[in-house]
């Protein structure tokens, strides 16, 4: 069945920039929409945006001005960069699939812990 | 941005209990509602959506309903593995917007 795998680094320092894959296994990265959420710890989870395989994208307009989604579809694989990073976005980041009808997420990855510090 | 608000924050429970979790949105979704169920150190999970529709593999006890502004997720009898946190989610407009959690305890 279709996976999804966070990998980058887990700490960024301050001002830097931010950036995750998501590799998706056991399936085609075409006809999905895939989105990146994240979660402080102990706290809610949040929107961050989409891509579809086209590469068109749609952005959370709290972190609009510093996102970027980008897609691979030869490695079936999709990125994030968050840039100019603060310790407000110290959090677990998800990447998940969108399904086919609706803006649900119904195949996550296991998530990857990002601290931001110097 | 629509805002999504739950409640109960957090609730406890029993095994065999019924419970019920609300999820209040802002303005009406159009029935636009999935749930999900996070364990500590986990991903969430999607128990629903559409509001009512259960997704592949999820068990019958779980359910939801509702309309307009108003939604409901409902587990006819605990198990003890339902022990988790519940978050509510609307996909009717972007940005798409989570409710701030339901967490479920042990009696």
């Known amino acids: 069945q279709v996976q999804l795998q966070e990998s980058g680094p887990g700490l960024v320092k301050p001002s830097e920039t931010l950036s995750l894959t998501c590799t998706v296994s056991?399936?085609?990265?075409?006809?999905?929409?895939w989105s990146w959420i994240r979660q402080p710890a102990g706290k809610g989870l949040e929107w961050i945006g989409r891509i579809y395989i086209s590469g068109s994208t749609n952005y959370n307009p709290s972190l609009k001005r510093r996102v970027t989604m980008s897609v691979d579809t030869s490695k079936n694989q999709f990125s994030l960069k968050l840039s100019s990073v603060t310790a407000a976005d110290t959090a677990v980041y998800f990447c998940?699939?969108?399904?086919?009808?609706?803006?649900?997420?119904?195949?996550w990855g296991q998530g990857t812990m990002v601290t931001v510090s110097s | 941005d629509i805002q999504m608000t739950q409640s109960p924050s957090s609730l406890s429970a029993s095994v065999g209990d019924r419970v019920t979790i609300t999820c209040r949105a802002s303005q009406g979704i159009s029935n636009s509602l999935a749930w999900y169920q996070q364990k500590p150190g986990k991903a969430p999970e999607l128990l629903l959506y559409a509001a009512s529709r259960l997704q592949s593999g999820v068990p019958s006890r779980f359910s939801g309903s509702g309309s307009g502004t108003d939604y409901t997720l409902t587990i006819s009898s605990l198990q003890p593995e339902d022990f988790a946190t519940y978050y509510c989610?609307?996909?009717?407009?972007?940005?798409?917007?989570f409710g701030q959690g339901t967490k479920l305890e042990i009696k």
């Open positions: 998940a699939r969108v399904p086919t009808g609706g803006d649900s997420f119904d195949i």
């Open positions: 056991g399936g085609f990265i075409s006809t999905y929409y």
């Open positions: 989610q609307q996909y009717y407009n972007t940005p798409l917007t």
